[in-house]
């Protein structure tokens, strides 16, 4: 037991690093949770701060999810020993989702940041590619696209995630693949979560009124032109 909460400890510490605020503070001076929607994740990262700064931190909010349900689960099967995990269940899979859903906690509930994080999109991402990446890599892939085709990060996010449970149970009933039923669970409490999250977002977006990817970055690069030119 000491060692599971050992391991849900690290990965929620992890988790809560805020990747978005110390981005945009060191790179820009900027931050994010002043502007834009407020919020201290990916999608504000692009809308407020541009591409570059927005995959950024991406990488690292996804690097929090895939290290912690890939890597320290994984050290953890192998370095301890004992009742990890409660009566029938695998082993492995408790440790993965357990620790991946701890780095998703402490992302949107970090403690380096007054427990006011992100909607964790990202952080689930990369935390569902280190237990199953074959249907993650298609929720991916799907992300770009419309993120490429809209410019719509926040409509990216809640459709790829919503895509993910489903692809999942269709590899299990459809394609007669391998899923364990306790990954399908969490992956469907997990998108309901991030999508509801997102219930801001959504609102904007049936309304016309969600920013696009990079229209708050050239508002704010015209404002410190205007500003250099007046100093």
Do not use: Q
């Not at 895939?66 to 899979?93: K, M, Q, R, T, Y």
């Not at 770009?144 to 149970?169: C, D, E, H, M, N």
């Not at 690069?221 to 030119?229: G, I």
């Amino acid at each position: 037991m000491a060692a599971t909460v050992t391991v849900l400890i690290i990965s929620y510490l992890l988790g809560s690093i805020p990747s978005a605020i110390w981005v945009g503070k060191g790179f820009k001076g900027i931050d994010v949770r002043e502007h834009g929607s407020g919020n201290a994740g990916t999608t504000n990262t692009f809308r407020v701060l541009g591409v570059p700064f927005g995959v950024t931190v991406f990488v690292l909010d996804f690097m929090k999810g895939f290290v912690s349900s890939f890597w320290i689960s994984g050290l953890a099967f192998l370095w301890f020993s004992g009742p990890l995990a409660p009566p029938n269940w695998d082993v492995e899979a408790f440790l993965a989702i357990s620790c991946g859903m701890a780095a998703v906690g402490g992302h949107m509930f970090p403690i380096f940041a007054g427990f006011k994080g992100g909607k964790g999109a990202a952080t689930a991402c990369g935390m569902l590619f280190g237990i199953e990446p074959i249907s993650i890599g298609i929720s991916f892939t799907l992300f770009g696209l419309i993120v490429w085709s809209t410019r719509y990060v926040s409509l990216a996010s809640i459709i790829a995630t919503g895509i993910y449970p489903i692809t999942l149970l269709i590899m299990r009933f459809g394609l007669d693949w391998y899923v364990d039923g306790s990954i399908i669970l969490f992956a469907a409490i997990i998108a309901f979560g991030i999508i509801y999250k997102h219930k801001a977002n959504i609102g904007r977006l049936m309304s016309g009124t969600e920013n696009k990817v990079g229209a708050k970055a050239t508002t704010l690069a015209k404002t410190e032109a205007s500003a250099a030119k007046v100093n």
